[in-house]
C-alpha cells in the first residue's frame, strides 16, 4: 500500500498526488511487484477546513484507477472531521469516491448508513448481480433458500429462479407425465407460490424476475416436447399483446405470452412502449387476412379497404369500430368491466352474438384459470 505523500508532504492538487503515485508504481514493479497488487491511497483531507480538496482527492482517485490500473483505498470519514452530521458527509463521500474507482473504502462496519451506501452503489453498479446480497442483508422476511440437494424438484427451481435445474426436472417430468399436467398442477402453482411471496414481500422484484425466467425455459422445454411429438394442435385463436405506448416494463406482458402459447393461442408480439396505432392497425391486418382465408375475394376481384389507422382512409363505420375497439366511444356502450381484470366482452345480440358469447365466456375461464399465476400482470399495471 502506498500513499500519495512525499518529503514535501501532501501535494494540493491531484496531479501533485498522481505523480507520486507513478513513482511508488515503479519502484514496486522494479522490486517484483505487480501493480494490481498495489493499492494507492490519494489521501483524504477534512473538506471544514480545505473545501476544494475533496474534488482533489477524487480526481487523482480516478486517474490512479484508470491510467495506472492500481487498486485503490481511502479513509473516508476523514473528510468531514469538524462538521455536524458527520454520517450524512462521510456516506455521501463514499458514494463518490465508490464511482471514481475505490475499492478498499475504509469505514466502520458498524455503522449503517456506510455499509448501506456500499451495498446500494454495487446495486447501482451491477456488481451485486440480481440484487441477491443486497436484498438478503435487509429482507426482514424469511429468506428464499436455494435447495442444496443433487436433484431438484420442477417447484423448487422456478422459486430458486435456477433455469439449468429447471429445464432438467421438466424434462425428468415428460417422461412419464402428460405436458398439459407439468403446467397446470406443477408450473402454474409453482408461479402462484411465487407470486404471494413477492406481494408478502418476501421476495423482491430481482428474484422475480429469475422466477419468471425460469418458468419460460420450462415452457420452452414442454414446447419442444410437443413438437417433437407432432402434436400440431388447432390454435384456439389469436391474441395480440403489446405494452402500451409510455410503459417499458414488459415482464407481465411476456409471462401472460407463455401462459398463452402453452393454452395454444397464436400469439402475435409487438412488444413493448407500442404506439396505440399499430395496436388497432394489427388487429385490422389480422381480421383482414382472416377474411381472405374465408371469402377468397380475388375470386370476386375484391378489395380489402385500407386500415382506418393509415392516413388517407376512409373512415365511416370501421373508424366507428376502431374507436370502440381503442374506448374512445364509452366503453359502457359496447363494452363492459369483467372482474376488474380488464376483460372486455362484447354486448352483441342474436345467434352471432352467442357466439361471440360462448367464445368470451371461454375466454373468461382461461382468464381465471390464468389470473393466479399472472402475479407480474398486476405488478407490471
Known amino acids: 500500500m502506498g500513499l ?3 518529503e514535501n508532504g501532501i501535494p494540493k492538487t491531484a496531479e501533485g498526488r ?11 514493479e522494479a522490486l517484483g511487484i505487480d501493480r494490481r497488487d498495489v493499492y494507492i491511497d490519494c489521501l483524504t483531507l477534512t473538506v471544514s477546513a480545505e473545501q476544494d480538496a475533496c474534488r482533489e482527492t477524487l480526481r487523482a482517485l480516478h486517474r490512479v484507477k484508470t491510467e495506472l490500473g492500481c487498486k485503490t483505498c481511502l479513509g473516508v470519514s476523514n473528510i468531514s472531521f469538524g462538521l455536524p452530521n458527520r454520517e450524512l458527509v462521510n456516506s455521501t463521500f463514499l458514494t463518490m469516491a465508490l464511482e471514481e474507482g475505490l475499492d478498499l473504502p475504509i469505514i466502520n462496519p458498524n455503522i449503517a448508513a456506510m455499509t448501506g451506501a456500499v451495498r446500494a452503489y454495487r446495486v447501482l453498479a451491477g456488481i451485486d448481480k440480481n440484487s441477491s446480497d443486497f436484498i438478503s442483508s435487509y429482507n426482514d422476511a424469511a429468506p428464499v433458500v ?13 422459486r430458486g429462479g435456477l433455469k439449468n435445474e429447471g429445464a432438467q426436472a421438466t424434462e425428468q417430468l415428460l417422461a412419464d407425465t402428460d405436458p398439459m399436467e407439468i403446467v397446470n398442477s406443477r408450473l402454474i402453482p409453482a408461479l402462484d407460490r411465487v407470486g404471494e411471496d ?3 414481500g418476501k421476495i423482491f422484484l430481482p428474484q422475480l424476475i429469475q422466477s419468471a425466467n425460469t418458468a419460460q425455459v420450462c415452457f420452452d422445454v414442454i414446447k419442444k416436447h410437443l413438437s417433437a411429438a407432432g402434436d400440431n394442435r388447432v390454435s384456439k385463436g389469436k391474441i395480440i399483446l403489446a405494452t402500451v405506448k409510455g410503459d417499458i416494463h414488459d415482464i407481465g406482458k411476456n409471462i401472460v405470452k407463455v401462459l398463452l402459447d402453452n393454452y395454444g393461442y397464436t400469439v402475435v408480439d409487438l ?13 385490422y391486418h389480422h381480421d383482414r387476412a382472416l377474411r381472405a382465408d374465408d371469402d377468397h375475394p380475388q375470386k370476386h376481384g375484391g378489395h380489402h379497404s385500407p386500415c382506418p389507422c393509415d392516413a388517407g382512409a376512409a373512415k365511416p363505420r370501421r373508424q366507428q369500430q376502431v374507436h370502440r375497439f381503442c374506448g374512445r366511444r364509452g366503453a359502457d356502450r359496447g363494452l363492459r368491466h369483467e372482474d376488474r381484470r380488464r376483460l372486455l366482452l362484447p354486448r352483441r345480440q342474436g345467434e352471432r352474438g352467442r357466439r361471440q358469447a360462448r367464445a368470451g365466456i371461454n375466454g373468461i375461464q382461461i382468464n381465471i384459470q ?3 399465476s399472472l402475479w407480474v400482470l398486476r405488478f407490471a399495471l
Do not use: N, W
Not at 271 to 283: A, F, H, N, S, Y
Open 4 to 6: 500519495t505523500l512525499d
Open 18 to 28: 498522481f505523480e507520486i503515485a507513478k513513482r511508488i508504481v515503479a519502484r514496486a
Open 146 to 158: 436455494k435447495p442444496q440437494q443433487a436433484s431438484f424438484s420442477l417447484e423448487d427451481a422456478v
Open 198 to 200: 413477492f406481494e408478502k
Open 271 to 283: 412488444g413493448r412502449d407500442v404506439e396505440p396505432q399499430l395496436i388497432v392497425r394489427t388487429k
Open 370 to 372: 390464468l389470473t393466479q
